[in-house]
């Protein structure tokens, strides 16, 4: 296949590129390698991708129409888009609501309109677990999530909702995915775990909204990228849950397990917890489970030791980034 995957640079793009690429795809990725965090991480995730024959790099933002078209002409025909970028963060988008509705909504129906030009069949989007607040425990797809509480988490409804309508008129095959607290290796620097290791590594605080007893069902990065190759076999329309589908994990423990594989002690900074989060995320991915014939493989704990070791190989990256 011929698939146009946006975001390729990002934490979940870059391993969904290598899986398509390992598996013989066609793939031109497209980024705008912003700075909402370090781009030296970005270009990091880069390097690996930049050794297959079948992968071509083009930098530029989904927003920009005009780019948009051009890459458009440049690489038809294609079979997929897979729209991976996003500005993501919650407590961020609350700082600067219009850029995450300018990607998030308008960079979204810029790829639907194009697809629908020429003739693209199928439409991969990669959604969020944020939606779900208000909801009971375990999160189904079904729950009519109308309530935002966030602006990050509207712009993601904006877009599932324009696939649908893209869906309805024109027939594209569309599967929007729930992603559930995605983590690894080469994770964002703005999400808990990457934050929780580097300010524990370098003993500075570590910055707790909340009394940490907040749970995540926490998904390790190569079983999203699982999912949401496998999304691409689907025709029609579909909400699937990308989660760990098990009981979700308090961050205090997640905590001090990595005091205990770091050998440091963290101190901890106890802040208000953001009316914009949710408590607890659980997923019921029974659902995709059924669709996709998926289910995660990798266990949380030996998914953590693996981000550990990460961290600890990568200091010469690392210890140049600064965090969010």
């Not at 390992?22 to 370090?38: A, M």
């Not at 989660?243 to 963290?266: D, N, Q």
């Not at 991915?285 to 190989?313: M, N």
């Amino acid at each position: 296949m011929r698939i146009l995957l946006t975001g390729v640079a990002g934490f979940i793009g870059s391993q969904v590129a290598r899986r398509l690429l390992e598996e013989g795809h066609w793939v031109y990725g497209l980024d705008n390698l912003n700075t909402y965090y370090s781009p030296a991480l970005k270009r990091h995730r880069l390097s690996a991708l930049e050794s297959f024959p079948n992968f071509r790099f083009f930098p530029g933002d989904l927003a920009d129409w005009t780019t948009m078209e051009a890459l458009f002409a440049a690489v038809a025909p294609l079979d997929a888009v897979m729209n991976l970028a996003a500005r993501a963060g919650v407590r961020a988008s609350l700082t600067d609501p219009l850029v995450y509705h300018h990607t998030n909504a308008t960079g979204s129906l810029h790829l639907l309109e194009l697809m629908r030009r020429y003739e693209v069949p199928r439409y991969v989007l990669a959604s969020t677990s944020s939606l779900y607040a208000g909801s009971d425990l375990p999160f189904t797809e079904d729950r009519p999530v109308n309530t935002p509480i966030s602006p990050y988490a509207a712009s993601k409804k904006a877009a599932e909702v324009m696939a649908y309508t893209y869906h309805y008129h024109y027939g594209l095959h569309v599967a929007i995915l729930r992603y559930f607290t995605v983590y690894g290796p080469a994770g964002r620097p703005d999400m808990s775990i990457f934050r929780f290791i580097e300010w524990i590594y370098r003993g500075q605080p570590v910055q707790l909204y909340g009394d940490g007893q907040q749970s995540r069902d926490f998904t390790y990065v190569e079983d999203v990228a699982r999912a949401t190759v496998a999304a691409l076999q689907l025709s029609g329309y579909h909400i699937l849950n990308v989660g760990g589908g098990r009981s979700p994990t308090s961050l205090l423990s997640v905590i001090a397990f990595m005091e205990e594989r770091l050998g440091k002690k963290a101190q901890i900074e106890y802040k208000p917890f953001p009316r914009a989060d949710i408590l607890h995320t659980q997923a019921d991915i029974s659902r995709t489970t059924a669709l996709l014939g998926w289910k995660p493989e990798v266990d949380f704990w030996e998914g953590l030791q693996r981000t550990l070791d990460w961290h600890l190989a990568h200091r010469d990256l690392l210890d140049t980034l600064p965090l969010p």
